[in-house]
């Protein structure tokens, strides 16, 4: 996970992401799903991960995806 490796909290997590999405030096596959992912993460009980997998699979037509994480 994002914070055990980094020692973060989720506040802190969502401020470095914003950040690096909004940095034009870096270069984001699909920008606007993973800024969607960012809000979502901010105020859901899931890993940032989580939250940009079931982006993208929302976007693939699937309506729930399950995760198998703690």
Same mark, same amino acid.
């Given at each position: ?23 034009? +030096?870096? +270069? ?29 699979? +929302? ?12």
């Amino acid at each position: 996970m994002l914070r055990d490796a980094y020692g973060l909290d989720r506040r802190a997590m969502t401020d470095a992401l914003e950040r690096i999405l909004e940095t034009a +030096q870096f +270069q984001v596959e699909e920008r606007d799903l993973v800024r969607h992912a960012v809000d979502d993460y901010r105020t859901g009980p899931g890993d940032f991960a989580d939250y940009v997998i079931g982006r993208r699979n +929302q976007g693939a037509g699937c309506s729930d995806t399950a995760a198998f994480s703690r």
